[in-house]
């Protein structure tokens, strides 16, 4: 009769938690939190806040954090269009002139005396369109988008240029006015920054909850990997750059109600800044990782670092040498803190191969000792029975 071995009471392997792996487990998730992108530009905001707050009373006035709001919608609504483009490891450096010409297209139809909604209802699509155009050059071609968009942002402002003829459209309807800088329900957090947040919340769904999202980290990841895999490559790229024109078009939208005013190169110098936001903001510029809450986060700390150094004095000159100095610090942190973050991803996972190996013998060990008792009991009766 063959005996089955059985564990004894009291004779488990022991378990590998200890409370030298539940120090080590804090000390790992401690470490992920730190190294989180959106923690570091939450303290950058907190510390040039503070010194912003420090070199001037006149800083947190309502008037200037509102001022900062708006200021910050046009370019909240290109780096938020131009950040899942980058995430898929393409550009898009026609955003500012997909702008301008929206802008000076739905100018130019209300002045011939369409209904200001209708006229931005088409140029919402139009700039869909032209994000439609960039996607089916870049994809059905296999072309490189920095040259594709490069040489479409010139088509598309000269276009603009081509319409106004060097002139100037202004004296919009009050309620398009009322959208671009009025308060919310007459206080002075402005509209176009609700509107801003409400549209970047929608677009963070779909971003980070949706296969789509998925499809467009996979892309940026390994393209090759992806069409593999069966993710739709070409559909998905073609459809982020149709996000990109479309939030052109609606940043079109609050400059003119903001602004007042058409012309053919406005926001002309928003492009640096917008593509700053979305790398300042945690999206790799090798595509396949980021949030749009970082890009939100960039977008506070810009507008309260570019106000800030106004307060300090700085010239419009040195304010952009700032920002580009940022742009290559945020290059090369993000590059050090996936550094990091591998460093500690690598050591967990040899940690967990030896508690696992450890574990393993342990259970090899005693069940082995458990069989050779077994053994040795049997034979002792089998000797007794012996007459």
């Known amino acids: ?14 378990r590998s938690s200890s409370r030298g792996d539940a120090a080590n487990s804090w000390i790992n998730v401690a470490l992920h939190w730190i190294t989180r992108w959106e923690v570091g530009l939450c303290l950058l905001i ?16 309502p008037f200037n954090l509102e001022t900062m709001a ?4 046009v370019l909240g609504f290109l780096a938020l269009g131009v950040a899942p483009v980058i995430m898929t490891g393409d550009i898009d450096l026609s955003i500012a ?24 209802g088409l140029a919402i699509i139009l700039g869909g369109i032209l994000g439609l155009v960039n996607g089916l050059v870049v994809v059905m071609f296999e072309l490189p988008s920095l040259a594709v968009t490069l040489g479409s942002m010139s088509t598309y402002t000269g276009i603009a240029f081509l319409i106004l003829q060097g002139k100037a459209i202004i004296n919009f309807p009050a309620s398009l ?32 909850r949706t ?28 459809l982020v750059f149709v996000i990109a024109g479309a939030f052109a078009a609606l940043a079109a939208i609050f400059y003119l109600g903001n602004f ?52 300090a004095g700085l010239s419009g000159q040195e304010q952009t040498i700032s920002v580009g100095i940022l742009l290559i610090i945020a290059i090369s942190g993000g590059a050090a803190i ?31 000792s458990i069989n050779v008792d077994e053994d040795h009991s049997t034979h002792e009766q089998g000797y007794k029975s012996v007459p």
Not at 70 to 73: G, K, P, R, V, Y
Not at 106 to 111: D, E, K
Not at 266 to 289: E, F, H
């Open 1 to 14: 009769m063959s005996t089955v071995a059985r564990r004894p009471p009291g004779t488990e392997p022991r």
């Open 46 to 61: 907190v510390i040039v806040i503070a010194g912003s707050a420090a070199a001037s009373s006149n800083f947190l006035t």
């Open 70 to 73: 708006l200021n910050a919608t």
């Open 97 to 120: 002139s997909t702008l301008a010409l929206c802008g000076v297209v739905m100018a130019v139809l209300w002045q011939h005396g369409m209904n200001i909604w209708v006229a931005a």
């Open 177 to 208: 006015v009322q959208l671009g800088s009025g308060g919310l329900f007459g206080s002075d957090f402005p509209i176009a920054s609700a509107i801003l947040l409400i549209c970047a919340a929608i677009l963070a769904f779909v971003i980070h």
């Open 211 to 238: 296969a789509f999202g998925k499809s467009v980290f996979a892309i940026g990841g390994n393209r090759q990997a992806a069409r593999f895999s069966g993710v739709p490559v070409a559909r998905t790229r073609i």
């Open 260 to 311: 007042d005013t058409a012309q053919a190169n406005m926001a002309a110098d928003q492009l640096l800044p917008a593509i700053t936001a979305v790398i300042l903001g945690g999206v790799s510029a090798y595509g396949g990782s980021g949030t749009i809450q970082g890009v939100v986060l960039a977008l506070v700390l810009l507008q309260v670092l570019e106000t800030g150094l106004g307060v």
């Open 338 to 368: 996936g550094a990091v973050r591998n460093r500690f991803r690598r050591r967990e996972h040899r940690s967990s191969i030896a508690l696992s190996a450890t574990s393993e013998t342990e259970e090899v060990s005693q069940t082995a």
